[in-house]
Each structure stands twice: as structure tokens, then as C-alpha cells.
Antibody, heavy 119, light 107 residues
Framework: QVQLVESGGGVVQPGRSLRLSCAAS????????MLWVRQAPGKGLEWVAV????????YYADSVKGRFTISRDNSKNTLYLQMNSLRAEDTAVYYC????????????WGQGTMVTVSS | EIVLTQSPATLSLSPGERATLSCRAS??????LAWYQQKPGQAPRLLIY???NRATGIPARFSGSGSGTDFTLTISSLEPEDFAVYYC?????????FGGGTKVEIK
């Protein structure tokens, strides 16, 4: 069935880097923009970054601008999030998601991958 | 940035009761509002899009209404599996934003 599967999370020290991946299956990945959304422990949802279907347009939340980079490889049906200069406040579950519906209602989500930034 | 304010923060109800959740936007989002349900340890699940359209597979007891700045999610008769946290979300303009959530708990 339609699926997104994240990987790459873990424990990392402040200032270090981590790359998350999100593998898509059973839908035409190259047709859809993709997003990363995160959720700090016990907190609400925060949009992080979005990339257009062809990778030509990218937008970032102010909280990660200049530190995180979103990218995609349509030949591999995979979305990425390169996270540099990580901070304690980046600790969260990171979800990839997409919308096949109008106005970016996110109808497909991955299960999430946990990133913990701690010394 | 459009700020979404959800109320109440917590709603304590019994199974079978009606739940009414509110989401207010800091400026008009037209009808471009979605609602999600999230259970512990799970990803959010889309319930409603464009303010009043149920997503695929969502039971009819869930309904959404509103436009402009004021929106409501109604659960007509709570089932045991409906106790969860609910979020609203808009994408009238970037950044995409979420409300702070309403927790529906068992009374």
C-alpha cells in the first residue's frame, strides 16, 4: 500500500550533523511535493521544510533555515533532510509527509524517526 | 505567519457524548483548513480537508465546518478509539502552520 518510511534518526551531539531519509512506495513520488514535519517530545507539530515535486523549489521554517537542507532523488523515490549544526531544540520525532489533496492537506505520513541532540 | 489557536486545550468527555473542538486563525484562511487526529506513538492521521471534506475512510461521526477565521471539528458521538489529540492546520500561505492541539480525554 501507499507508504512512507523514514530512517536515519538517532542520538547526536550538539553541533554535529545527521541525514534523514524517507523512502516512498506505491505512489508516483515524482508527482508530489514533499514535507518534513517534526514534533518535540510532548509538544505539537511544526513544519520544517518543503520541496516541490521536481526539486526546484524549497522552503524552510525560520528555525532551521541555513542549517537544514531538503532534497530528493526521484529515481530512488527518496526524500532527504540534511541537518547540520544540530541544537538541543532540534530534538524531535521527524515525519515525512505529502499531500495528494488540495491545499496541502497531508494525507500520507511516515511513521517518524526520532532525533535526539544531546551531549 | 498565520497563527492557529485551538480551544479548549483539553476536553473531558464520556463515550457517546458529542465533542466540539474549535480552531481560530489570526487571519482568513478561506476554507483551506485541515484537521488531524494523533494517538500516542503514532503519526497524525488526516480527518478533514478544506474545512468540511472527510478524508478517505473517515467515519461520518467526524464533521468539519467554518470558513475565514473560525472553524469547528465535531465528533457526534465519541467512540473509545476517538480519545486522542486533534490538530488543525492551514496552508493558505507559507509557512504551513498547525494549531497547538486539543486533547480529548475520557472523563
Amino acid at each position: 500500500q501507499v507508504q512512507l518510511v523514514e530512517s536515519g534518526g538517532g542520538v547526536v551531539q550538539p553541533g554535529r550533523s545527521l541525514r534523514l531519509s524517507c523512502a516512498a512506495s506505491e505512489f508516483t513520488f515524482s508527482n508530489y511535493g514533499m514535507l518534513w514535519v517534526r514534533q518535540a517530545p510532548g509538544k505539537g507539530l511544526e513544519w520544517v521544510a518543503v520541496i516541490s515535486n521536481d526539486g526546484s523549489k524549497k522552503y524552510y521554517a525560520d528555525s532551521v533555515k541555513g542549517r537544514f537542507t531538503i532534497s530528493r532523488d526521484n529515481s530512488k523515490n527518496t526524500l532527504y533532510l540534511q541537518m547540520n549544526s544540530l541544537r538541543a531544540e532540534d530534538t524531535a520525532v521527524y515525519y515525512c509527509a505529502t499531500s495528494t489533496l488540495p491545499h496541502d492537506a497531508l494525507d500520507i505520513w511516515g511513521q517518524g524517526t526520532m532525533v535526539t541532540v544531546s551531549s | 505567519e498565520i497563527v492557529l489557536t485551538q480551544s479548549p486545550a483539553t476536553l473531558s468527555l464520556s463515550p457517546g457524548e458529542r465533542a466540539t473542538l474549535s480552531c481560530r486563525a489570526s487571519q482568513s484562511v478561506s476554507s483551506y483548513l485541515a484537521w488531524y487526529q494523533q494517538k500516542p506513538g503514532q503519526a497524525p492521521r488526516l480527518l478533514i480537508y478544506d474545512a468540511s471534506n472527510r478524508a478517505t475512510g473517515i467515519p461520518a461521526r467526524f464533521s468539519g465546518s467554518g470558513s475565514g477565521t473560525d472553524f469547528t471539528l465535531t465528533i457526534s458521538s465519541l467512540e473509545p478509539e476517538d480519545f486522542a489529540v486533534y490538530y488543525c492546520q492551514q496552508r493558505t500561505d507559507w509557512p504551513l502552520t498547525f494549531g497547538g492541539g486539543t486533547k480529548v480525554e475520557i472523563k
